[in-house]
């Protein structure tokens, strides 16, 4: 009879290697891609949860520097009026450049000192020149190519926030930088999408804004911004609406109390809620200086122009929209409506990236899908050469079985954690699970050979052997964790997938299935049992 309490071990393995293949192979136990599924949206790995990546599953990868300027150990005034003021006249003495596009931070522990930052293609003698001109001390700052680690974070967030709503499986955003830290780079993996699409996702800003073109006087018309991305609260999915004209699509937003405060008031101080100015709106084709138009842009491109309903106007008149403040921006297509919820929801980027400085590659679906089953030959003819030299080695079923199934454990738990994490595989995470059954055999034939040269008599026997063999696995671990660390942590590519899953394998091992297997000998050798 077997004793679950000394063979814990081996009923944990057991439960570990159950859950790891339930969440290979069971519907949905592996994470959920996208908030918002689209038709790029595709399965992870065919009969698996597996996500792939674009050495497997074909894509794009875009690897891109921020675009913007840094002036570090500048100091900024407690005021935030103040503050306010020094972004609008740095903006303003910087040629198309808007005070959206200059933020100042205050010193934290990523930068050390106060920052400056400007988000536009200008030189470092033009910002200094905006520096000095804002009363900033120019002379001392130190100015550089790039941004902070807090916008890159950002950035980072953003864009994963939109490569998730537009429903891409296994796709990746991060930062790499060089080995000195002087460049980093913004790098997005799109797996199954093409060059075309992740330009666009990457290239756009995603800057949505509300304009009121009205009139200014008896002869012109004036654009004044009334929503922006702050202003919303929530976004619904984008949808077609009946409106005066027909069917037209729009998106749904709910704004935040303070935005749908200033939208009201700039509604009615402007006269779109006069008789004059609802459904006023025949742009661009009205005669100057008489037209009440709401115009959708997104990054400064017209996408919608729309007149004021005479129902929005009421309520805005009594009063009642302030209570819900709900709104629904108009486009001119159902796909720059949805483009205008994505960026909504992801929210906009702080900066863009220099596409052109950076590079990019795509590899062809049809030559990716021939990686994945010479992945997992490789991975056969590995279990089966070790198969055949731990057969040489013994030739004894009771040693041999049990470690070559506590070896491929491994690499069903390893599996079993990469699909409920939803990382995606690429051939250098194949290349770690290879390593991870070659080095786990290793440690096996270790405990093995130590425990069988000479014939066990007792447990007490069989535990002593045993110890001093963990102790030179234990070794062997810490220094395989030490050698991988740095490849792990660093930005090196493929590398640090190699690193990371050889870690993972070589802690699995030395927590779980090496003293399982010797829980598996010590039952089949001795007489205690």
């Not at 059954?437 to 405990?447: N, R, S, Y």
């Not at 927590?511 to 049992?529: E, H």
């Amino acid at each position: 009879m077997v004793d679950i309490r000394s063979n814990w071990r081996v009923a944990l393995l057991l439960v570990l290697v159950v859950g790891s293949l339930g969440a290979l192979f069971v519907p949905g136990a592996g994470p959920v891609v996208g908030s918002a599924p689209s038709d790029n949206a595709t399965a992870g790995g065919g009969p698996t949860n597996l996500q792939y990546g674009l050495q497997l599953s074909g894509g794009t990868r875009v690897r891109a520097p921020v675009v913007g300027l840094t002036a570090e150990n500048v100091t900024l005034p407690s005021d935030a009026g103040e503050r306010t003021t020094i972004a609008t006249t740095i903006a303003g003495d910087l040629d198309n450049v808007s005070s959206a596009d200059v933020r100042l931070r205050f010193a934290d522990s990523s930068t050390g000192a106060d920052t400056v930052e400007v988000f536009a293609d200008v030189t470092p003698a033009q910002f200094r020149g905006a520096l000095d001109a804002a009363g900033l001390d120019a002379d001392s700052a130190t100015v550089r190519q790039g941004v902070t680690a807090a916008t890159r974070d950002e950035i980072v967030e953003t864009l994963s926030n939109k490569v998730n709503s537009l429903g891409f499986s296994g796709a990746q955003v991060s930062v790499q930088s060089t080995v000195g830290g002087d460049a980093h780079y913004v790098v997005v993996e799109v797996p199954n999408a093409d060059l075309s699409e992740v330009r666009d996702l990457v290239s756009s800003r995603g800057q949505v804004a509300v304009l009121a073109y009205h009139p200014a006087n008896a002869t012109a018309q004036t654009n004044d911004t009334v929503l922006t991305n702050d202003d919303i609260r929530r976004v619904s999915d984008a949808r077609m609406q009946q409106g005066t004209f027909g069917s037209v699509p729009v998106v749904p937003i709910t704004l935040t109390e303070e935005g749908g405060a200033s939208f009201a008031e700039a509604m009615k101080r402007y006269g779109y809620t006069s008789s004059a100015g609802i459904s006023n709106c025949q742009y661009p084709n009205g005669t100057p200086g008489d037209e009440y138009c709401l115009i959708t842009t997104r990054d400064s491109e017209v996408v919608g122009t729309y007149g004021m309903g005479d129902t929005l106007a009421s309520s805005i008149e009594r009063g009642d929209f302030q209570t819900t403040n709900s709104f629904v921006l108009q486009t001119n297509s159902m796909s720059e409506a949805r483009q205008i919820a994505i960026d909504l929801r992801a929210g906009a980027l702080p900066a863009s990236l220099d596409i052109e400085s950076g590079d990019v590659y795509q590899i062809d679906a049809s030559l990716a899908e021939r990686f994945k089953p010479l992945s997992f030959l490789t991975g056969l003819i590995a279990a089966l050469a070790v198969s055949l030299v731990v057969y040489l080695r013994y030739g004894r079923a009771k040693i041999a079985a049990p470690m070559l199934v506590t070896a491929l454990s491994e690499v069903v738990i390893l599996l079993g954690f990469s699909s409920l994490a939803g990382l995606s595989l690429n051939l250098s995470h194949i290349a770690g699970f290879i390593a991870v059954i070659g080095t786990g055999v290793d440690d096996l034939v270790i405990i093995a050979d130590e425990v069988t040269t000479e014939a066990v008599s007792s447990d007490r026997v069989f535990q002593s052997r045993f110890r001093k063999a963990f102790w030179i696995i234990g070794g062997a671990a810490a220094t395989t964790i030490v050698a991988m660390s740095p490849l792990a942590v660093l930005s090196l590519g493929d590398l640090r997938g190699f690193a990371i899953v050889t870690i993972l394998g070589v802690l699995v091992g030395v927590l779980l299935t090496r003293p399982a297997y010797g829980d598996i000998l010590r039952y089949l050798l001795t007489d205690d049992n």
